[in-house]
């Protein structure tokens, strides 16, 4: 009988590990300021599995996805992934965010109000 699970699955275990000791300078500083429900009390995950797709920020409570593009997905190829990825994340109603990277570092209180208007 097939897992029904979707978060975490532990297929994606080394993966997620990996990410989350890697994580990019803009995933980096934006953690700076989710980490230890910084923001408003809501508890934040970094690469967290959900299917088979691993999301830069997870926010339980909210169901809110946040993702951050650099730009790696500035091209057709990503940008359908991306979209077959939200739909995916959507139609199990999570909300998905999207920031580029340049917008963490040069408008942060832009970015985390955007975040908080998600709660």
């Known amino acids: 009988m097939k897992s029904k699970r979707i978060h975490n699955k532990k297929e994606h275990l080394e993966k997620r ?5 890697n994580l990019t300078p ?8 989710l980490k230890a429900k910084q923001l408003e009390g809501r508890k934040f995950i970094k690469q967290h599995s959900i299917g088979n797709y691993i999301v830069d920020f997870y926010c ?3 169901k809110l996805i946040i993702e951050l593009d650099g730009e790696v997905h500035n091209n057709s ?43």
Request: net charge positive.
């Open 17 to 21: 590990k990996k990410l989350r000791s």
């Open 26 to 33: 803009a995933e980096a500083f934006l953690w700076t300021h």
């Open 60 to 62: 339980a409570s909210e």
């Open 77 to 119: 190829i990503a940008i359908k992934y991306d979209e077959k990825r939200t739909k995916y994340l959507t139609n199990l109603n999570f909300t998905v965010i999207r920031f580029e990277n340049k917008m963490v570092f040069d408008y942060l209180p832009f970015v985390l109000q955007e975040i908080k208007k998600n709660f």
